[in-house]
């Protein structure tokens, strides 16, 4: 049950394949956020354009005089620019023209494009103007610009201002994905009036990319969003049916000469960081109230206008937003997303193969930024000291990239980026005050190159990353590769007017390091090649290196009317390795995977929009055994009353598995099923409730059963509270618990492998408040109490391989007890020769409570200042049973620990 579990509760990914549309509100955001904007009123439905030659053009002005952008449009300059208004319906009534007529002029000035726009609106006092924080999109009005200033057809960026001035951008990749980490320093304002509302908007030329030109056209796009009417209306009109690529942009022309130059920004910063908590008296390294100043600096230079250097020295990323609590009881590594900014701006330049976005549970991610600076890898055991000071995270001395795209097509990401060694100081069991290292000195490199071809229809790329660390220490050498690569090529090709596509991918690894760090490597769950029967793999502890592959290839249809689909073939060697840079569930696995899909967007008396498909899922491992089955049918759409809804269904015929049992025999996992459901009601509402639950089991009597709210209210245009209750209640016949050798354990090849029946209870209390001042003030609060029980019944062993049966201790095997001090007691044969053994009860009661707020405050264009306060409670007891009230009022029992800190940056602009 528990690999199913594993498989069932993960994101499945077939959904990401091409741009399978699920509802109004999400195609808006998939295709650069929804946005409506109008067309003369007066027309019939508009045609798409026949080539791309035939795309409609804004012609910027040149800026005589100058402009203050207040919103407000009333400068002379603007009266030099002349505007467009044909935009035309993408939903709800598609190819119609706008229901509001939109105006778009363009002035293009020494450094910076101007863009003004009067957006019409017969009934103004219905115009949706939320206050939000900066690359928020709730439920908003607003106009979008999307610029391809390299005109390559292939990648862009986003800006988009709503009434109330509130901004939001993006880049764009040649996927179409989109990374809101991108904080470019631009203006914008916007004004409401009786004709609707109007809008400003300035970029600085710095803060794109572009090649030089002596009379330059950029590719252009925008897109207006009227919420009440979910209307998404465009510029360069695409039909739903069709990929709305940036190969279906318009054009911007009349920018004249634009020529590159180079540009420095620099951006230091200072902070103090303050925690307290309850420490003990006799500590000598922490009093329960300290303090730990540091000073920093970013660095952006425009080595060219589509070459950027960034570089960081000493980052602090004290304002991002904590992780959330989890319990993980599987063999597998929880995935944390990327959230520091240096990361996780310019992401997608290396983003690599999107294998993640295929498997029913492995990920491929060749680089993840969460690898450089995480939590040091040895760990000291606490048998081994009384008190004990150790970093939680790898200080980043040092990190720079080199991102853009050259004049001949090539899209570059370099990155590259230092830590240093890192060391615990603590005192033993004698009262001896030392120092020991915890992680060594490591550098980290990735290097990624993409070339588009065709107008950005076909896409070739490399990638290459490479960790090296400097391991003379003999406690890090045992423990720790020494160096670690990864390498390989991908292919994007797109025809058809970009309804059918092509994904190909090949990525090689190698790590390498001493005898014990590899042979801990072959052992891990990404590989298990201690299995006993597994034949085809060789388990060597004199290695010194292992070597892999991965691949995939899949043919997808992305587009058209009613139809779409894809088939994908996907394969990870059994020595495949990338986790030291990259982030990789497991290898020996290769997968087949097919997806059916119908849509139906034209808005009818009851469905606006829906859509279903089916899709199934197969895997082996390479020694042929059938590790996993999936059939499944999901439908969701959008109603007439712009309720959202979903139901899913799932079956499992069973399958093997080679993971249950953590590096032992094959057993098997028994058939069952699932089915999902959810329901949303309208986003546009100040107030919007949702429901998702599901229902999981299988033939052994194992279940998942989980119920999900959601409760999200605007008393205001600047507040906003969202509240996520959540339980979950699980019963798994088939909980790992430990492995013990037993030479009399013939039939699991000397071996037992212990089990229990797992009934564990969860409830979480997911809450965020959002309070947004004004566009550059803006306050965040997130709290999330976690309660979690799991209490274990029926400790058993598997009977035998290739099976999913399981002897009780003390019914159909053995005896089982508990001793004094509470560990359990099995002995396997009673009388018989098989050794006794006993194991710590691992009943648990999880209590957790995380919270995090920020008050941020944009001085100055560019520079900000944060106030932080992060708060964590954490405790386990060996209880076992739920009982809500004791667990929420032991939580709150739990010494909190409290951080306080300020941050204070500067934008400088050279």
């Not at 508009?46 to 207040?70: C, F, K, N, W, Y």
């Not at 055991?381 to 980043?396: G, K, M």
């Not at 853009?404 to 370099?414: L, M, P, S, Y």
């Amino acid at each position: 049950m528990r690999a199913r579990f594993r498989c069932l509760l993960a994101a499945l990914p077939h959904l990401a394949v091409g741009a399978l549309a699920t509802s109004p509100a999400v195609l808006a955001a998939q295709s650069l956020p929804g946005e409506a904007a109008h067309a003369d009123s007066a027309g019939s439905a508009a045609a798409p354009m026949a080539t791309h030659a035939e795309a409609p053009v804004l012609r910027a002005a040149q800026l005589t005089g100058s402009i203050h952008v207040d919103g407000h449009l009333d400068d002379p300059a603007w009266q030099d620019a002349a505007p467009v208004d044909g935009f035309t319906q993408r939903q709800p009534d598609e190819g119609k023209p706008a229901s509001e007529r939109t105006d778009v002029r363009a002035l293009i000035g020494d450094d910076a494009l101007f863009i003004g726009a009067r957006l019409y609106d017969r009934d103004s006092k219905k115009i949706r103007s939320r206050l939000v924080r900066r690359d928020d999109v709730p439920g908003t009005d607003y106009l979008a610009l999307l610029i391809d200033a390299y005109h390559d057809h292939s990648t862009a960026v986003l800006f988009r201002v709503s009434p109330s001035g509130s901004i939001n951008d993006a880049t764009i990749s040649a996927n179409g994905s989109q990374d809101f980490s991108w904080d470019p320093v631009w203006h914008a304002a916007a004004s409401i009036d009786s004709l609707g509302w109007t809008a400003e908007i300035e970029i600085p030329l710095s803060q794109l990319h572009y090649n030089s030109s002596p009379d330059a056209v950029w590719g252009l796009q925008l897109r207006r969003w009227i919420d009440r009417r979910q209307e998404l209306s465009e510029f360069s009109f695409t039909p739903l049916k069709e990929n709305a690529s940036v190969a279906r942009y318009g054009h911007l022309a009349g920018l004249g000469s634009v020529q590159a130059g180079r540009h420095l920004e620099l951006l230091p910063y200072a902070s103090m960081r303050s925690e307290h908590f309850h420490s003990d008296p006799s500590d000598p390294f922490r009093d329960g109230s300290d303090q730990f100043p540091a000073v920093g600096m970013d660095l952006k230079y425009g080595l060219t206008s589509s070459l950027t250097l960034n570089a960081t020295v000493n980052p602090d990323f004290g304002e991002v937003e904590v992780d959330p609590a989890v319990v993980n009881l599987s063999a597998f590594e929880t995935f944390y997303p990327e959230r520091r900014p240096f990361f996780v701006e310019g992401a997608n330049v290396f983003r690599f193969g999107d294998m993640e976005s295929y498997n029913n549970f492995n990920s491929t991610i060749p680089f993840h930024g969460r690898r450089i600076g995480r939590e040091p890898e040895r760990e000291l055991d606490s048998d081994d000291y009384l008190f004990l000071d150790a970093p939680r995270h790898t200080t980043i001395a040092g990190a720079a990239k080199l991102t853009g795209k050259t004049r001949n097509g090539w899209t570059v990401g370099v990155l590259d980026a230092v830590t240093p060694v890192e060391r615990a100081d603590y005192v033993d069991t004698s009262g001896t005050q030392l120092e020991t290292p915890v992680e060594p000195l490591t550098n980290y490199f990735v290097s990624r190159v993409r070339r588009d071809y065709h107008q950005g229809n076909t896409v070739v790329g490399a990638i290459l990353t490479g960790v090296r660390r400097n391991l003379e220490e003999p406690e890090l050498a045992s423990l720790l590769r020494r160096s670690a690569w990864a390498g390989g090529m991908d292919l994007n090709h797109y025809w058809s007017s970009r309804r059918w596509s092509v994904d190909a991918m090949l990525l090689g690894s190698r790590v390498e390091g001493s005898e014990d760090a590899i042979a801990a490597t072959q052992q891990t769950s990404a590989h298990y090649f201690q299995r006993p029967d597994a034949d085809y793999l060789d388990y060597d502890p004199t290695r010194t290196s292992l070597t892999g592959y991965a691949g995939h290839l899949s043919i997808n249809k992305i587009a058209g009317k009613h139809g779409q689909g894809s088939l994908t073939y996907q394969e990870w060697s059994p020595g495949f390795e990338i986790n030291d840079l990259g982030f990789q569930n497991a290898g020996d696995s290769r997968g087949l995977s097919t997806l059916a899909m119908y849509k139906d967007n034209t808005p009818h008396r009851i469905m606006r929009s829906w859509d279903a498909f089916a899709f199934s899922n197969w895997s082996w491992n390479f020694g042929g055994d059938r590790t996993y089955v999936e059939y499944a049918a999901h439908a969701e759409g959008t109603f007439s009353n712009y309720w959202y809804g979903t139901l899913r269904g799932e079956w499992y015929p069973g399958s093997i598995d080679d993971r249950l049992t953590r590096g032992g025999p094959l057993s098997r996992v028994p058939p069952g099923g699932a089915v999902r459901a959810s329901v949303t009601t309208d986003s546009r509402r100040s107030t919007t409730l949702g429901l998702n639950g599901a229902v999981v089991w299988d033939d052994a009597g194992g279940h998942l059963r989980s119920l999900n709210a959601s409760f999200s209210a605007r008393p205001t245009t600047a507040f906003r509270l969202l509240f996520e209750p959540g339980i979950k209640k699980l019963l798994d016949h088939a909980q790992y618990v430990e492995t013990v050798g037993d030479t009399t354990a013939v039939e699991t090849y000397g071996s037992r492998y212990i089990f229990a029946s797992l009934d564990q209870t969860q409830i979480s209390l997911d809450t965020r408040v959002e309070w947004t001042f004004s566009p550059k003030l803006s306050f965040q609060l997130y709290v999330q109490p976690l309660i979690v029980s799991g209490d274990y019944t029926r400790f058993k062993e598997l009977r035998a391989p290739r099976m999913f049966e399981f002897d009780v201790y003390g019914k159909q095997k053995g005896t089982a007890g508990v001793d004094s001090t509470g560990a359990i007691l099995i002995d396997p044969d009673a009388d018989g020769p098989a050794p006794p053994f006993s194991f710590t009860n691992p009943d648990f009661n999880f209590r957790s409570f995380r919270g995090n707020a920020v008050l941020r405050w944009e001085y100055r264009p560019g520079s900000a200042l944060f106030l932080v306060w992060q708060q964590g409670r954490e405790e386990t007891a060996p209880i076992g049973d739920f009982e809500f009230s004791r667990d929420w009022r032991a939580l709150f029992d739990v010494d909190p620990e409290n951080v306080i800190a300020v941050k204070a940056t500067y934008w400088l602009a050279l």
